[in-house]
């Protein structure tokens, strides 16, 4: 297994190459397995440290080649979390890590006070509780529960 970081727009992943067979790589980006399709194979002659991770799928000490960034569909990996604008007026709750989202403790119309815990976030196999910055009436809601997010997502707005 490998480890690369990489900056997109402003955000920082973390991709964990987990093993290469063809076309297909399986990754972790920032704790999140994602099973990604390739532009083209990598050669194992020319990497065969990527034919030991193939074959071996268990954690091993071999370094993984570097994958072009080409290569990883990065766009993808944000698509979990809201592109738009959020809907709503208002104070926006956003997610302070990457995550999956476990419960959402309000509802549209709900009223709310500082400190309340809206919504509970896993990340890293944590439960986190994500407690409200504002006072307020919840205007929107913009996930839904099982929903993965990434850091800075708009969760929910308070008005």
Known sequence: MKTY??????????????????????????GIPFEIEM???????????????????????????????????????AAPAPAAAPAGTGNY??????????????????TVAV?????????MKMQNNIESEYAGTVTSINVSQGDSVMEGAVMLTIG
């Open 115 to 123: 400190g309340d815990v809206v919504i509970i976030l896993e990340a």
């Open 39 to 77: 532009q083209k194979p990598i050669n194992a002659a020319k990497h065969p440290e990527l034919a030991a991770t193939k074959r071996t799928a268990s954690a091993s000490a071999a370094p993984v080649a570097p994958v072009a960034p080409a290569a990883i569909p990065v766009q993808p990996v």
């Open 93 to 110: 709750v956003k997610a302070p890590l990457p995550g999956t989202i476990n419960a959402i403790n309000v509802k549209v119309g709900d």
């Open 5 to 30: 970081k990489y900056k997109v727009q402003g955000i920082d992943y973390e991709v964990e190459i987990l093993n290469v067979e063809g076309k297909i790589a399986n990754v972790n980006v920032n």
